[in-house]
């Protein structure tokens, strides 16, 4: 599976970004995909992820309640809708695909290239 970030840019607090991130290859289906974000000076953290089916979520709690995760089978792309940006939103956004529902970075096999998203004060 290769997977493509994109929709990353320079947005102003309280704004709003929607990244994409597209499938390319066999068997998109039967990964789960998960969103990770890396500040500078950070370590890579989960930010969400979303079943196979698409039918379950998850959130860090840093992110529940502005960001939410879908995804189009059809398409082989999954989205990441980001509300009410914040500075400390502020950091290169990876899509990754798993085996399973994960929060871990190591347990996803794949990964794209990363967007950078800035959300300036």
């Known amino acids: 599976v290769q997977l493509q970030a994109s929709g990353g840019g320079l947005v102003q607090a309280g704004g709003s970004l929607r990244l994409s991130c597209a499938a390319s290859?066999?068997?998109?289906?039967?990964?789960?995909m998960g969103w990770f974000r890396q500040a500078t000076g950070k370590e890579r953290e989960f930010v969400g992820g979303v079943s196979k089916s698409g039918g379950s979520t998850a959130y860090a709690d840093s992110v529940k309640g502005r960001f939410t995760i879908s995804r189009d089978i059809a398409k082989n792309t999954v989205y990441l809708q980001m509300n009410n940006l914040k500075p400390e939103d502020t950091a290169v956004y990876f899509c990754?695909?798993?085996?399973?529902?994960?929060?871990?970075?190591?347990?996803?096999?794949?990964w794209g290239q990363g967007t950078q998203v800035t959300v300036s004060s």
């Open positions: 290859g066999r068997s998109f289906n039967n990964y789960h």
């Open positions: 990754a695909a798993a085996g399973w529902i994960s929060r871990r970075a190591a347990d996803y096999n794949y």
